[in-house]
């Protein structure tokens, strides 16, 4: 295995676009090796299915930024704030990890996310109402960017109309590219999001509702298990991974769909099918990619390649999932597929909490589109289309003409 870092060009649009033939020859070069990621960082990349399902079981690889052994990581983080930004689920191991899940598990499982449906369905129709006549959207900006962002809104207890604001914030701080991220940007942005979140505390102590972040401000006023910090951040947890994955899965769904104009027409001829299809768009063309960071807490070897303390591994979803190991003819869009078993929402303890909820959406707005947007194709080349540049994976915008219909057209 060649000692070299292999660079994930990000500065090149081609590879932003599809970036699947070059993880297809790192798969098929070894299962774990070095290289370069977005921002310029290090890390090895672990690139075949059992491997990653195992190493994201591995208590020795630490989801916590600070046993890394990069600085750069660190650095990447608002200097003012970095213990709020890591005092969240995503960034914790156990004990505080467990903690702070089961602080907002109740809030998604099945039956209180089955009880969603309705309120789902009826956000899903309005925002289709006001396309559907003009017979163009542009399907992100439109439709699969709004919905979520209402949804996990009213489920906090936020002002839907803020969406705007931490929505531009968001993208700052997390989104990136071949260069680092300008540490000036990213300290704005999230002194911007602190203000806001603690505002809305504020707001919330005042005046308590049936949320859940009245909930989480009882947990830290009475019962005394989150502190502020870990209240703001969970906060600001829930907001960002709340809706971008599921904006992703939504406008990567049907940009996938177009591309495969045959699996668009078996979908349309069988509803039925939807459900799997999600599965199937999430393990071909997932919206994280390439995958899900850990940290070395001490030495370890995965595959028999032996893999420093304190190194970034980055376990490779996006490539696992086409691993042909695990997924016959795996470069195939096929939403009949039946066995599923993808990586895209992680494994083990920090599988994807949020997970049934974007299901959900996904299942609701996606049949939806289909339904009532009869022929329906992109307004331009698929060339022309933009997808974010390194971490989260989904198109920008996606322009799309369908033939016109009156408000009521619901199917």
């Known amino acids: 295995m060649s000692e070299r870092p292999v660079l994930l060009p990000y500065a090149e649009p081609a590879f932003v676009a599809d970036p699947f033939p070059l993880y297809r020859r790192?798969?098929?070069?070894?299962?774990?090796?070095?290289?370069?990621?977005?921002?310029?960082?290090?890390?090895?990349?672990?690139t075949r299915y059992e491997d990653g399902l195992e190493a994201l079981s591995d208590p020795r690889l630490s989801s916590d930024v600070r046993d890394a052994s990069d600085t750069r990581l660190l650095a990447q983080l608002p200097d003012r704030e970095r213990e709020s930004m890591l005092s969240n689920m995503l960034r914790s191991d156990p004990p505080d990890h467990t903690r702070l899940r089961r602080l907002v598990s109740k809030a998604f499982?099945?039956?209180?996310v089955a009880e969603m449906r309705p309120r789902i369905e009826a956000l899903t129709d309005q925002l289709l109402d006001k396309v559907v006549p003009a017979g163009r959207a542009d399907l992100v900006a439109d439709f699969a960017l709004p919905l979520p962002v209402t949804v996990i809104s009213e489920l906090l207890g936020v002002p839907v109309d803020d969406r705007h604001?931490?929505?531009?914030?968001?993208?700052?701080?997390?989104?990136?590219?071949?260069?680092?991220?300008?540490?000036?940007?990213?300290?704005?942005?999230?002194?911007?999001m602190r203000a806001y979140v603690t505002e809305l505390i504020r707001a919330k102590r005042a005046h308590p509702g049936d949320d859940l972040l009245s909930g989480l401000i009882t947990a830290r006023d009475e019962e005394q298990r989150l502190t502020e910090d870990e209240l703001i951040a969970m906060v600001f947890l829930l907001l960002a991974a709340g809706y971008i994955t599921t904006v992703n899965l939504i406008a990567g769904g049907i940009a996938m769909l177009l591309a495969h104009p045959g699996q668009l027409e078996l979908l349309r001829s069988d509803p039925e099918l939807l459900a799997g299809a999600i599965e199937e768009f999430?393990?071909?063309?997932?919206?994280?990619?390439?995958?899900?960071?850990?940290?070395?807490?001490?030495?370890?070897?995965?595959?028999?390649?032996?893999?420093?303390?304190?190194?970034?591994?980055?376990?490779?979803s996006a490539i696992a999932d086409r691993d042909p190991a695990r997924f016959p003819d795996p470069d195939r869009l096929d939403v009949t597929r039946q066995d599923n078993a993808h990586l895209a929402f992680g494994h083990g303890i920090h599988y994807c909490l949020?997970?049934?909820?974007a299901r959900l959406e996904g299942h609701i707005a996606i049949g939806a589109a289909l339904r009532r947007l009869p022929g329906i194709a992109l307004a331009v080349a698929p060339d022309e289309i933009r997808w974010r540049p390194g971490g989260l994976r989904g198109p920008l915008s996606l322009p799309v003409t369908f033939t016109p219909g009156g408000r009521d057209a619901k199917g």
């Open 109 to 112: 499982t099945a039956r209180r």
């Open 165 to 192: 604001d931490f929505q531009r914030w968001t993208d700052r701080m997390i989104m990136r590219g071949a260069e680092p991220p300008d540490p000036a940007v990213v300290n704005e942005a999230w002194q911007h």
């Open 354 to 357: 949020g997970a049934p909820l």
């Open 282 to 316: 999430l393990r071909y063309d997932g919206p994280v990619s390439p995958g899900i960071a850990r940290f070395a807490r001490e030495d370890v070897e995965i595959a028999g390649v032996a893999i420093p303390r304190g190194a970034t591994v980055l376990i490779a």
């Open 26 to 46: 790192l798969r098929e070069d070894g299962p774990v090796r070095r290289v370069v990621i977005a921002g310029g960082l290090d890390a090895w990349i672990v």
